[in-house]
């Protein structure tokens, strides 16, 4: 892991956290066996090439694999240490990540004879990260309510990696693809999620899976919603010393703003960027009667960087901008506010969407969506006490129905001196890690 052992998610009201210890052991073994001849296929580079059965790849596992904690039907992640080379070139680079599944494990016989692990590999990832989106897949844009859509992407199978399913006709197998099988999958991370942690609710666990999903910049909005799904729901609960995610929730009646800060210490003497990131989901009832107004709640959501930067405006003159930590701002601002401007109720938003019309906050807001995510990248000496608001509508005739949020706040600060997460724990006593519970007591993911 990096930065040691990964520290777990930050969490409005929850308490204590439960560190597992690592083992070690001998390093796995295997080799390349041929299967059925694939078609001929171009990616990428236009070349095809292929493996010989004698033929070895080195890759070192993410963790300890072995006969006393595994079982068959368990999955891993390698990575590939030395590029494979064929005839014309590299075949597989240095560097890329497989996907591997156990399939039977054999413990040691009588007379020293060694015991063995038969394994699997069904995909991997290269090290630029490319995964390539189904045909099958649904594609957005959604309907009004849901307008980025599908929420992430899942694998779901392919031709040469097909779901091994039971036949119509009895003792049979069969080979299927699809969303059908993708979802179950996405749903099961959820429970995993769940497993983990009592603190994770199945609203948090989409909200977190959401807020997680990693988008490839080769693919258009419409074909991957929010992205593709986190591989490892650990991934999803840890944090490090540089990048910290904290959860809330709540209820919001119509007209009701509620502000969650963004807790960084000192984060406005940091040198560089500083990422901020965030998702919230929310559980509206739907309107039946017209497919165009189809959310009857929402949530409108405003972040504010800086709590000391102010507009000051002036009816027929202009406005100014002005940050009151700045003696020689705060002299000007005296002197406005004596000419007859007036000081904004509330800090400069970034971006400022005090202007845009209905029609700009549906198109490129997603004003009326029930999931939201954004990010902003920003020096670190823009931030002081930066805070997100929350703010609750409705339509319809529904202005006494409460709506339920769920928010993932992630702040990353790569140059903050020391560990951001401790600086958060230190200086915030209200928060605490969530309890993880012992994954391998209670979780057995087939």
């Not at 993708?182 to 199945?202: D, F, Q, W, Y």
């Not at 609203?203 to 899976?209: A, K």
């Not at 997100?388 to 001196?417: C, M, Q, W």
Request: aromatic share 8%; with cysteine; net charge neutral.
């Amino acid at each position: 892991m990096k930065n040691g052992l990964k520290k777990i998610v930050c969490a409005l009201i929850l308490s204590s956290y439960l560190s597992i210890a690592s083992a070690t052991a001998e390093p796995l073994k295997g080799s390349v066996t041929e299967n059925e001849k694939l078609p001929d296929e171009k990616m990428f580079t236009g070349e095809v090439d292929t493996l010989d059965k004698k033929d070895n790849i080195k890759l070192t596992v993410s963790h300890v694999i072995s006969g006393a904690i595994n079982e068959a039907g368990d999955e891993f992640f390698a990575e590939i240490t030395e590029d494979v080379k064929g005839e014309k070139g590299v075949i597989i680079p240095k560097g890329s990540i497989v996907h591997g599944i156990i399939q039977h494990i054999q413990d040691p016989k009588k007379l020293n004879r060694d015991g063995y692990m038969i394994t699997a590999f069904d995909y991997l990832v290269t090290p630029d990260g490319r995964k390539i989106r189904a045909d099958y897949s649904c594609i957005g844009e959604g309907r009004e309510g849901a307008k980025i859509k599908p929420d992430f992407l899942e694998f779901g199978g392919s031709l040469d990696r097909p779901f091994i399913i039971a036949g119509a006709t009895p003792n049979t197998l069969s080979a299927s693809i699809g969303t059908s099988f993708s979802s179950p999958l996405a749903v099961n991370k959820i429970g995993r999620l769940m497993a983990k942690s009592e603190s994770i609710t199945p609203h948090i666990g989409r909200t977190l899976l959401i807020h997680n999903a990693q988008i490839d910049s080769h693919l258009a909005q419409e074909e991957q919603g929010y992205g593709f799904c986190a591989e490892e729901v650990d991934d999803v609960l840890n944090c490090d010393d540089k990048k910290v995610t904290i959860l809330y929730s709540g209820t919001l009646a119509p007209s009701q703003t509620v502000r969650l800060p963004v807790f960084a210490p000192q984060i406005n003497n940091v040198r560089g960027n500083v990422t901020i990131t965030w998702t919230v989901a929310t559980i509206v009832d739907p309107f039946i009667g017209d497919p165009d107004a189809y959310t009857n709640s929402c949530i409108e959501d405003t972040f504010f960087p800086h709590e000391m930067v102010f507009m000051f405006n002036k009816k027929g003159v202009g406005t100014r901008r002005l940050n009151l930590l700045n003696e020689e701002h705060v002299a000007v601002a005296r002197e406005l506010l004596n000419t007859g401007y007036q000081k904004a109720d509330f800090p400069v938003s970034h971006p400022s969407k005090k202007y845009w019309d209905e029609t700009d906050l549906r198109a490129v807001d997603m004003k009326w969506d029930t999931v939201i995510r954004r990010y902003v990248r920003m020096r670190g000496t823009s931030l002081l006490n930066p805070a997100i608001t929350l703010h609750a509508i409705a339509r319809n005739g529904f202005g006494d129905t409460k709506l339920r949020y769920f928010a993932a706040v992630s702040i990353e600060a790569p140059r903050y001196t020391g560990s951001l997460y401790d600086s958060i724990l230190q200086n915030y006593k209200n928060l605490a890690p969530i309890e993880i519970r012992n994954v391998n007591r209670v979780m057995v993911n087939r």
